[in-house]
T-cell receptor, first 114, second 114 residues
Framework: NAGVTQTPKFRVLKTGQSMTLLCAQD?????MYWYRQDPGMGLRLIHY???????AKGEVPDGYNVSRLKKQNFLLGLESAAPSQTSVYFC?????????????FGQGTRLTVV | AQSVTQLGSHVSVSEGALVLLRCNYS??????LFWYVQYPNQGLQLLLR??????LVKGINGFEAEFKKSETSFHLTKPSAHMSDAAEYFC????????????FGKGTRLHILP
């Protein structure tokens, strides 16, 4: 059972470069989320999606874009990376709230911007 | 908007002692509450969740949490700490409104002293 898979697992970028993080889930979940985790800050929601073709801003959306063209995939893009975006990024997915399940997480992507 | 506050970014207990990790929530509607655990270099794993069926919730690895509406709290406890409990613990809230998303606290790192 794959669950939630994130690629890549590690990446080093130079300031100003762009990249896309891919999240794939095989649980037929409606909702998908991107979080970043920084020491002492917990997990902060970047963007999320409640269904294919829809996205919404979370707590810290600036500098990131997302797309949900297919139900199973949620892409996080950095158009022009900055050192402040050095972080560990987690993708998660869940069913709709009325089905009341928790979010399932990927293993994370460690991104360093130099 | 919903939020959670975790009191204490670091908690140290002796092996065999009671574990108490504190979480207070803020929500204008009845919340769904979760505790997650993160071991080093891993993703997040669900410990337990509150779903309004019972105020005392039992989870994995001997953990439990009690929902107290009057105190807006959802503290996590374990009667006897084990060395393997050393990890970071996150409280999270999800609400049944149009702005359905999962918000995490800043986390509490649990240290177990031999």
């Amino acid at each position: 059972n794959a669950g939630v898979t994130q690629t890549p697992k590690f990446r080093v970028l130079k300031t100003g470069q762009s990249m896309t993080l891919l999240c794939a889930q095989d649980m037929n979940h409606e909702y998908m989320y991107w979080y970043r985790q920084d020491p002492g800050m917990g997990l902060r929601l970047i963007h999320y999606s409640v269904g294919e073709g829809t996205t919404a801003k979370g707590e810290v959306p600036d500098g990131y874009n997302v797309s949900r063209l297919k139900k199973q995939n949620f892409l996080l893009g950095l158009e022009s990376a900055a050192p402040s975006q050095t972080s560990v990024y987690f993708c998660a997915s869940s069913l709709r709230l009325r089905e009341n399940t928790e979010a399932f997480f990927g293993q994370g992507t460690r991104l360093t911007v130099v | 908007a919903q939020s959670v506050t975790q009191l204490g970014s670091h908690v140290s207990v002796s092996e065999g002692a009671l574990v108490l990790l504190r979480c207070n929530y803020s929500s204008s509607v009845p919340p769904y509450l979760f505790w997650y655990v993160q071991y080093p270099n891993q993703g997040l794993q669900l410990l337990l969740r509150y779903t309004s069926v019972a105020t005392l919730v039992k989870g994995i690895n001997g953990f439990e949490a009690e929902f107290k509406k009057s105190e807006t709290s959802f503290h996590l406890t374990k009667p006897s700490a084990h060395m393997s409990d050393a990890a970071e613990y996150f409280c999270a809230v999800r609400t049944a409104n149009r702005d359905d998303k999962i918000i995490f606290g800043k986390g509490t790192r649990l240290h177990i002293l031999p």
